[in-house]
């Protein structure tokens, strides 16, 4: 099976935790083992409350894969919006920051599931580790996968022996990814992470040093042109400054540094503007290979807000088959 094939099969974890209708049900567990069409007995965990820095999340076995498969949910509310912002930077290792909401929300998860995932995968050898999301939940589901992969003690360490043990893989698919890790480990990851972006999707670029320099360039532009509205700035490219991480934004007593979108990159490139309503992606797939290709910038387009929908990606997916 192709990777973009694989891609796509597996971006229906990203989009069913979504799904209000295993969320709301008084049988979650039953509901969800519906929708995913696996034996009850196979949803492993999950969790339906909503609160800060805690999302709706389940863990499945994937039989057919030989996996245990770890889906997060995305932004829906005003307490996944504060933890959105949560911005400033927490040192998780020797020289790696992350993204001081989303790990929070990855150490309360990896808290509460470790023992579940480390017993699962001693009870099915051979078995891998997959973390996958879209937007906030892709965001907790890289940092979760970093954390199990480099053995940190918030709950990373005991699924991590567990994996060794079985000689299972630890890996993450996300998809629209925000920036969440310094660069360093978000290259780092790129041999064990991957994350799909379509076009012009403005959240992986909009980390805070980037919107930063997006108003400063934005304010300037608006300088230039005597304070009279410009009206929409539409394919106006504006260079994201911040290049190493010396380039950082005080705020208060704390530092931000700059972050990235985690991992291999593979953007979904649509062959002309499209407008949102257009679920047709003919364009192909560019892969980002180094850190000048990191989105550096934040694209001013007609989609850059629309390309984020996680609808519109998978059907960009599937024009690749």
């Keep these: 099976m192709s990777a973009i094939r694989q891609i796509h099969k597996d971006s229906k974890f990203a989009s069913i935790v979504y799904d209000e209708s295993w969320i709301n049900n008084v049988q979650p567990g039953e509901e969800l083992a519906k929708l995913l069409h696996i034996p009850a007995q196979d949803v492993l965990t999950f969790n339906v409350n909503v609160s800060l820095n805690q999302q709706p999340y389940f863990a499945v076995l994937d039989r057919a894969q030989k996996r245990i498969v ?22 998780i290792s020797r020289g790696v920051g992350a993204h001081s909401g989303f790990y929070e929300s990855s150490k309360n998860m990896l808290g509460n599931i470790s023992d579940v995932l480390a017993a699962s995968l001693l009870k099915n050898p051979g078995f891998d580790l997959m973390f996958t999301g879209h ?14 992969r480099n053995n940190l003690t918030d709950g990373g360490d005991k699924i991590k022996r567990a994996a060794a043990a079985t000689s299972g893989k630890v890996t993450a698919l996300c998809f629209s990814t925000p920036p969440v890790m310094t660069l360093n480990a978000a290259i780092d990851a790129s041999s064990y992470t991957t ?81 949102w309503w257009d679920n047709k992606c003919s364009g192909g797939i560019v892969t980002a290979k180094d850190a000048s290709e990191r989105f550096k910038r934040i694209k001013m387009s007609p989609n850059m807000v629309a390309d984020h929908k996680l609808v519109g990606l998978i059907s960009c997916l599937r024009s690749q088959l």
């Excluded at 997060?72 to 400033?88: E, L, M, P």
């Design 70 to 91: 770890v889906a997060i949910r995305g932004s829906t509310n005003f307490s996944d919006w504060v933890t959105n912002s949560k911005s400033t930077t927490q040192v």
């Design 135 to 148: 937007s906030l939940g892709a965001a907790i589901a890289s940092i979760s996968t970093y954390v199990v």
């Design 195 to 275: 994350t799909v972006i379509v076009m012009d999707d403005v959240v992986p670029r909009a980390g805070v040093v980037n919107a930063n320099y997006l108003i400063e360039s934005v304010a300037n532009y608006s300088k230039s042109s005597g304070g009279a509205s410009a009206g929409p700035i539409v394919d106006r490219n504006f260079s994201y400054a911040a290049a190493s991480i010396k380039e950082t934004i005080p705020v208060g007593s704390e530092t931000i540094y700059p972050m990235y979108a985690p991992g291999r990159l593979l953007q979904l490139v649509k062959a002309g503007w499209l407008p």
